[in-house]
């Protein structure tokens, strides 16, 4: 039986971008299965106590952007860390995920696409036409998925997967859930690669 990996990650979020490709290549690497789940995260901080940017303290402000300097240089990427589109709206473009995953496809190809897009190129994922525009470069139906997008079905799962976040110990975007345990961060990467390649148990909260 593959290893199941709840993920848990916004389009909003310059982790999850950075870490995307990592973590789909030791997906791959140990065959494991993932559980792709968008959440809304300005929700996922007021439920667990953690602060939206603006709010938070600004040398905590100021050491963000030196560690997206940092792991831009440690991914071998090109990124604006000030994009010209961010922050933006982003519940169209995460449901846009979850109606990709209601096909029974995959929605890693559309990451890609949109995650470059919003940090690379610098586009508004806000927009409709945005979204049209890179499902059909990862060869989807776009027309379709932005009904399903936009429909009540995507509206549940979208809020039941801040329920299923909040239930998990999840507080921030990315995190990656491998039987119970959390690892938050795309820097936890490395981690959760030693509890696949180990198949360890899960490590729990001391009591």
């Known amino acids: 039986m593959p290893r199941v990996i709840d993920y848990y990650f916004s389009l909003v979020s310059p982790w999850a971008y950075i870490g995307h490709a990592p973590f789909m290549d030791i997906v791959q690497r140990y065959g494991a299965e993932v559980n792709f789940k968008p959440v809304f995260l300005g929700r996922v901080f007021s439920e667990t106590g953690g602060l939206p940017l603006p709010q938070r303290h600004p040398a905590r402000q100021r050491y963000r952007l030196v560690e997206l300097q940092r792991w831009r240089e440690k991914r071998g990427l090109s990124f604006s860390i000030t994009p010209k589109h961010w922050p933006f709206d982003v519940n169209l473009a995460d449901r846009y995920v979850i109606a990709i995953t209601t096909t ?104």
């Open 104 to 207: 029974g496809k995959s929605p890693d190809a559309f990451l890609r696409r949109a995650f470059a897009a919003v940090w690379e190129e610098e586009r508004n994922l806000a927009d409709p036409l945005v979204l049209t525009e890179l499902a059909e470069q990862a060869g989807l139906d776009s027309s379709a998925l932005m009904d399903i997008a936009t429909g009540s079905t995507t509206e549940a799962i979208y809020a039941l997967n801040l329920e299923n976040a909040v239930a998990a110990d999840v507080f921030g975007s990315p995190s990656y859930v491998l039987d119970g345990e959390v690892f938050w961060g795309q820097d936890r990467l490395d981690l959760l690669d030693d509890a696949l390649s180990s198949g360890r148990a899960p490590y729990r909260p001391a009591v």
